[in-house]
């Protein structure tokens, strides 16, 4: 299982971004997968999370989503703060099994 993550990059505070997760294997039948961050000097926490029965979820500026007919995941925030510069992660659990992708660098500053 591979899940390559892309969509980061250098956005204004205020801005939003779009980032997805493109899987190797159809994510019709993950039960769940997520997006965690990792801050630098802080440990990887999770964002949002969706199951399988999901099409999205909403928390605050966050927002998940699925497409299982592209198999990607999405993550889309809103209202960027500095403090959302972090490493974003893709993760799936599969068959008792965590799978990781490489991480997206989302940097937030003016």
């Known amino acids: 299982v591979q899940l390559v993550e892309s969509g980061g990059g250098l956005v204004q505070p205020g801005g939003s971004l779009r980032l997805s997760c493109a899987a190797s294997?159809?994510?019709?039948?993950?039960?769940?997968m997520g997006w965690y961050r990792q801050a630098p000097g802080k440990e990887r926490e999770l964002v949002l999370a969706i199951t399988s029965g999901g099409s999205s979820t909403v928390k605050g500026r966050f927002t998940i989503s699925r497409d299982n007919a592209k198999n990607t995941l999405y993550l889309k925030i809103d209202s960027l703060k500095p403090e959302d510069t972090a490493v974003y992660y893709c993760?799936?659990?599969?068959?008792?099994?965590?799978?990781w992708g490489q991480g997206t660098q989302v940097t937030v500053s003016s």
């Open positions: 294997i159809m994510i019709r039948s993950i039960n769940t």
């Open positions: 993760n799936a659990y599969i068959d008792f099994r965590t799978y």
